[in-house]
């Protein structure tokens, strides 16, 4: 990469600083609690009106959006949100 590409990337010109969106409506904070009470307040209607699969979005837009300012402890939690979140919707297609 160039030394101009480099200091662009760095400079807050990003795509995802653009981003606004009103799908899901999650609380301050949400996202420094354990993956259980993280988990539970994405699948709910008041944070997710569309369905969980929106709050899912959400999250994994978070995850990218911190990049490598997220720390290895704090994403392996989030990822463990995103685990629990697949198996149940495993769960629920098994059992229909």
């Known amino acids: 990469m160039t030394r101009s590409n480099k200091s ?3 400079g807050g010109k990003r795509w995802v600083a653009k981003v ?3 799908s899901t409506h ?3 904070g949400l996202f420094t609690r354990n993956a259980s009470t993280i988990a539970r307040t994405l699948a709910s209607k008041k944070v997710s009106p569309k369905g ?5 979005r959400m ?3 978070f ?3 911190a990049g490598r300012g997220l720390s ?3 994403r392996a939690e989030l ?3 995103l685990a629990r979140r697949v198996e149940r919707a495993r769960a629920g297609r098994k059992a229909a």
């Open 72 to 74: 290895a402890k704090r």
């Open 8 to 10: 662009n990337r760095r």
């Open 20 to 22: 606004n969106t009103d």
């Open 79 to 81: 990822e463990k949100v």
């Open 63 to 65: 995850i990218n959006r």
């Open 59 to 61: 999250l994994t837009y």
């Open 26 to 28: 999650p609380p301050a």
């Open 52 to 56: 969980p699969g929106s709050g899912m």
